[in-house]
């Protein structure tokens, strides 16, 4: 889809951005110490720090990615806010309180109190900067993809643009300002997603005048093959019966007007189908499924889809519909869905058709509609259905056990003054989190009926879902998702931050280091990242972000919470156990997950079918690999006193 500046957006967007900067100066000033740069001196209300954990939780993936993969494929996408949310459970009654106890700056303050061991600090704080790289990376394609509708510039200059403006608020101020940018953004993005919701339900449903309508045909073989300038395409080259009896054969038609035209077979003995937008002129010799691609290479000029083909009892449109109303009658409609294929030609020339699927609402709105989660429906017969249905248990583990792990989320509990407030902060954080989390479901289901997908990029559809309703909200919902993108970075930047500067240098290396010392290394290691983050953003950028979430939930749950939840409940712990769960949780998942098929197609552009990982999610392996690793090592080793009793022996206690 091609993307046009527009002067609404711009000038709103750098109004909000002018606003989260102008926060972080002005906290500048009360963040000279250490303790306030990394912690916020500790006198984070528990209120303002339970929003701020909703404002760096909800992140690109949250609002981008989840409520596009809920316009594209329904229900599964949800599955994803359900997995998130889980996840807080543990980091209430488990995580929040003990940790509190136990830090001051950084996770691995934590698992090395009771210890004091160098080989903790090294392996908690190189654990962090991965996990924080990795969670980084969707957190950068996010925002690359909402740049290109929002000011029209190309994604990498989204990417740039927001590794600048977080850099900036982490050097400025540190956690006081991350903090407020968090509460902000928090608070902005569930009160203006109530307000879509709200506008989405008072539309209702309609099967007419959305944007992007489509033609729909169908002819017999015999007359599209007659057409002039015919000619056949197969997939691969070769005329064949696909899994599931699909008949991979392909048209292309040369129309009058210059434009080609793709029509293609869905079953071995249905006619051909096209479905082609109605434009008022078609012209050019590059064409995907007949519409006009777009100056840059593989960007197609394709307007925003998303249609209810039939309603209940022949309705042509509900008018307003309450929530569950919404839901009932969605699931009694039909829905055109959007799938694509790439076509390689006898030529080798490749071609991507995207083509309709017009389906039942009842399908869409239960599990197994998806690539990911395909192996969950109980149609799914192929021979790799046990392996798919391990995925997406693999899937759900870690992303319910990663919460509780992840770095940037760990160090807002050392904000607040004591573990009473890290509780109660906790239960403001799931509150907000899971009222937008119900959201999400009618965001995405809203983009899938409403015209207001781009069928090239589902991390678009919130925003675009917006531009529905007008420019001015759709300039607003961007603004907000722009810093979602800035609140949770800056979270991110600061945790590798503490990882180096107070982990590795002051307590690894044991460099002598003042408190501005620290405050002044953490800044120049918050640039280093920055930059890291700039360019794995770019690199990354086809990737869906909420998938890229998912690897960076698995690398966390399998390092960080075997050590975690070990120390906090099983006094046998020992600091070899926790150095070792931590080493062979990260480089198994990490391994796990670059051997893995989507790393195969999407990194380094192979056949998946070559990958080493026989699925994707590592977590139910790795996970468990963590526990067992800790326990049988502490097992082999001598338990250590306490630092504190230690202490007390020396002092002849």
Not at 569 to 578: D, L, V, Y
Request: hydrophobic share 50%; aromatic share 10%; with cysteine.
């Amino acid at each position: 889809m091609i993307y046009h500046f527009t002067w609404p957006p711009f000038i709103v967007f750098c109004l909000f951005v002018g606003a989260v900067l102008a926060i972080s100066f002005y906290f500048g000033s009360k963040a000279k110490s250490a303790k306030g740069y990394y912690a916020a001196h500790g006198q984070i209300h528990w209120f303002v720090n339970g929003v701020a954990f909703a404002g760096d939780y909800l992140s690109a993936a949250s609002f981008l990615g989840i409520c596009g993969m809920i316009a594209f494929y329904g229900y599964d996408g949800f599955l994803y806010s359900i997995g998130y949310l889980a996840g807080w459970i543990v980091a209430l009654f488990v995580i929040a309180e003990p940790l509190k106890r136990l830090g001051k700056f950084t996770f691995a303050d934590a698992l090395d109190k009771k210890f004091n061991s160098r080989g903790i600090k090294l392996a908690a704080a190189i654990s962090t900067l991965i996990v924080s790289i990795f969670y980084l990376i969707p957190q950068m394609v996010g925002a690359g993809a909402l740049v290109k509708p929002l000011l029209g510039f190309p994604e990498y200059v989204g990417v740039v643009l927001v590794g600048v403006v977080v850099v900036l608020i982490v050097v400025t101020a540190g956690m006081v300002s991350t903090t407020y940018v968090q509460f902000i953004k928090g608070s902005l993005l569930v009160i203006f997603c109530l307000i879509l919701t709200v506008m989405i339900l008072n539309r209702g449903l309609t099967t007419q005048g959305e944007p992007g309508a489509h033609e729909f045909r169908t002819a017999k073989l015999e007359e599209v093959l007659a057409k002039p300038g015919a000619q056949a395409l197969a997939l691969d080259g070769d005329w064949a019966i696909k899994p599931g009896e699909t008949f991979a054969l392909y048209v292309r038609v040369k129309n009058d007007d210059g434009s080609i035209t793709t029509w293609r077979r869905t079953a071995k003995d249905a006619p051909m189908v096209m479905e082609t937008q109605t434009l008022a002129s078609i012209k050019g010799a590059d064409f995907v499924n007949g519409l006009p691609k777009g100056q840059g290479p593989g960007e197609a000029d394709l307007a925003p889809v998303g249609r209810i083909s039939k309603l209940p009892d022949g309705k042509t449109s509900t008018g307003p519909l309450g929530p569950l109303q919404y839901l009932s009658t969605l699931q009694n409609s039909e829905v055109v869905l959007w799938g694509s294929e790439v076509l390689k030609a006898k030529d080798g020339v490749k071609t991507t058709v995207y083509y309709p699927k017009p389906t039942k609402g009842s399908a869409i709105m239960v599990p197994g509609g998806s690539p990911t989660f395909a192996g969950v429906s109980p149609k799914y017969t192929k021979p790799d259905a046990l392996l798919k249905k391990v995925d997406f248990l693999s899937l759900m583990l870690a992303l319910f056990c990663g919460t509780a792990s992840l770095p940037h989320i760990l160090i807002r509990y050392y904000t607040v003054k004591d573990q009473a407030a890290a509780r109660k902060s906790t239960v403001v954080g799931i509150g907000a989190i899971g009222f937008f989390y119900v959201l999400t479901l009618f965001l995405g289901l809203g983009a899938m009926t409403s015209g207001a997908i781009d069928i090239t990029n589902n991390a678009m559809s919130a925003p675009l879902l917006a531009r529905t309703f007008g420019p001015m909200l759709f300039a607003v919902i961007s603004a907000i998702a722009f810093t979602t993108v800035l609140g949770t970075v800056s979270g991110l930047i600061l945790a590798s931050s503490g990882a180096v500067a107070h982990d590795l240098m002051t307590n690894y290396l044991q460099m002598e280091m003042s408190d501005h010392a620290k405050v002044r290394a953490g800044k120049i290691v918050a640039v280093i990242v920055g930059i890291i983050a700039i360019i794995l953003g770019i690199m990354f950028k086809e990737m869906n972000p909420t998938f890229l979430v998912g690897w960076a939930f698995n690398v966390a749950a399998s390092a960080n919470l075997p050590a975690l939840v070990m120390l906090l409940f099983w006094k046998r712990t020992t600091k070899q156990g926790i150095t070792a769960a931590i080493t062979v949780g990260l480089i198994s998942s990490l391994a796990w997950l670059l051997l893995s098929g989507p790393a195969y197609t999407s990194v380094y552009h192979l056949d998946a079918k070559n990958a080493l990982a026989p699925f994707s999610q590592p977590g139910i392996v790795t996970i468990p690999l963590g526990f067992l690793v800790l326990i049988v090592v502490s097992l082999l080793t001598k338990p250590q006193a306490s630092v504190e009793r230690r202490a007390f022996e020396a002092v002849g206690g």
